[in-house]
């Protein structure tokens, strides 16, 4: 098959014409487009002011837990770790990592232990509805018992009132006569 | 009156808070389990404090090694560091059969290289950066802290706390005899 001279493009009608010179300038524009979207948007990423770097960091800080604290988190903690740990995850943040993923350094290296709230899900999610469901359980517990007494009483006969016998009313006339006598 | 039933949701409750306390006071809160045991040992890059020998998790593949932190302002280390140096007498002499490396951290060049003179460490030395860059690939949680790490590049085991002369030397064997049978 003849080709055409320099191009090795097909030879024929279309020798004349470059359309595959066209076609790869398209193809290249798009590549530059492409790669222009994505340094845009990491940029958008990476383009965070000091003051929403602070304020993620802070955020993030404040569901981790000082290692070298009793019940402290970083965020609140002045110890040196915990500083060292602040600052690791303002440098995070300013790399553009997410918190999920800065959370998850951290679980990678001390454990799910550094996290303040447990995950919501397997053993954590247990721990996450076990107060609740305490809690819904003491209510119904003591509902149930109020309810019962309630019932018990509306449903009991009223009490008798007792009447005196009558020796006991033979002593009051006694009694009072007694009284009456000595006024 | 109580009924059966309630009786027994009262005794599994106060049975559970029971055994989850008698769980906390019999749980040796220096037995922390890391995520690391078992896993690739994170990645690290230092610099003898003296000579300025680079070292890392990559040059020490195929190589088992103490990983021990350490500070000149922990008093715990001052008990184990003659351990450490008679680790490094009995297996280290040949670098490529077994190394025991110390790294300071949150610690000045001054303090450390008189700390290691005055106990004097002969073996591997560095510093941590300022930033806790190794520690908080660690997930140090204080000083001292060791971790084995077997030829393999593994973590194999973790503590926390001064090491025993019988911990060492369970732990060094179990590698030293790993290293030898590999392939």
Request: one cysteine or more.
């Amino acid at each position: 098959m003849r080709r055409g001279l320099e191009t090795g493009a097909p030879a024929g009608r279309l020798s004349g014409f470059p359309w595959w010179k066209t076609a790869r300038r398209i193809a290249l524009g798009m590549a530059a487009a492409s790669v222009l979207l994505a340094a845009l948007t990491a940029g958008q990423a990476w383009g965070l002011s000091e003051d929403e770097i602070e304020q993620k960091s802070l955020l993030i800080a404040g569901q981790l837990r000082c290692p070298t604290c009793q019940g402290v988190s970083v965020k609140d903690s002045n110890a040196p770790l915990a500083r060292q740990i602040h600052d690791k995850v303002r440098r995070m943040v300013a790399e553009g990592q997410s918190g999920e993923a800065i959370r998850a350094f951290f679980v990678s290296r001390y454990g799910e232990w550094i996290l303040r709230a447990p995950k919501k899900e397997g053993l954590g999610l247990v721990l996450w509805l076990l107060p609740g469901l305490a809690l819904l359980v003491s209510a119904g517990l003591i509902g149930y018992r109020l309810l019962g007494n309630h019932r018990q009483r509306m449903a009991a006969p009223p009490e008798p009132i007792p009447t005196l016998t009558d020796a006991q009313r033979a002593r009051i006339a006694s009694d009072v006569k007694t009284f009456e006598e000595q006024d | 009156m109580f009924k059966i039933w309630q009786f027994w949701i009262v005794m599994l409750a106060i049975t559970g808070m029971t055994a989850m306390f008698a769980y906390g006071f019999f749980v040796d809160p220096k037995l922390v389990k890391s995520p690391l045991v078992g896993k690739p040992v994170p990645s690290f890059s230092v610099q003898e404090m003296n000579t300025g020998e680079p070292i890392g998790s990559a040059s020490l593949k195929g190589t088992p090694y103490m990983l021990n932190f350490w500070g000149s302002w922990c008093f715990a280390c001052q008990g184990e560091a003659h351990l450490l140096e008679a680790a490094h007498r009995k297996w280290g002499q040949d670098p490529k059969r077994f190394r025991v490396v110390g790294i300071a951290f949150n610690d000045t060049l001054e303090s450390a290289r008189a700390f290691a003179r005055r106990f004097g460490k002969t073996y591997y030395l560095a510093l941590d950066d300022a930033q806790g860059t190794v520690i908080l690939n660690f997930g140090l949680y204080g000083a001292p802290e060791t971790f084995f790490v077997d030829h393999t590049g593994r973590v194999r085991y973790k503590k926390v706390g001064a090491l025993t002369q019988e911990e060492i030397e369970e732990q060094v064997t179990l590698l030293l005899r790993e290293a030898e049978k590999k392939p």
